[in-house]
């Protein structure tokens, strides 16, 4: 069973960055295609980047530009680098595969806040 550790959130203000990791269990993380997820406060968990077992990257709208999904196989270890941070940016980040297969983690809080 792929357990996953999310770490890396914090306090950031508008305009910051900040790098997320997610390191997964297991030798078949390399097979996943991944994902990070959102969950801001009364709202439903949102898909905001993806990366496919071979790389290819998608993005939703709000985050493109903005954000970076990377992953190093070899470390079992998926990635999102955060620029040009919103407010609106601010919710409990997650990682799972895409579509999520996995058990969640316990995710990392993001604050962005002035």
């Known amino acids: 069973q792929v357990q996953l550790v999310e770490s890396g959130g914090g306090l950031e203000q508008p305009g910051g960055s900040l790098r997320l990791s997610c390191v997964a269990s297991g030798s078949i993380f390399k097979f996943y295609d991944m994902g990070w997820y959102r969950q801001a406060p009364g709202k439903q968990r949102e898909l905001v980047a993806a990366i496919t077992s071979g790389g290819s990257t998608d993005y939703a709208h709000s985050v493109k530009g903005r954000f970076t999904i990377s992953r190093d196989n070899a470390k079992n270890t998926v990635y999102l680098q955060m620029n040009s941070l919103k407010l609106e940016d601010t919710a409990v980040y997650y990682c799972?595969?895409?579509?999520?297969?996995?058990?969640w983690g316990q995710g990392t809080q993001v604050t962005v806040s002035s």
């Open positions: 799972n595969s895409e579509p999520s297969l996995l058990t």
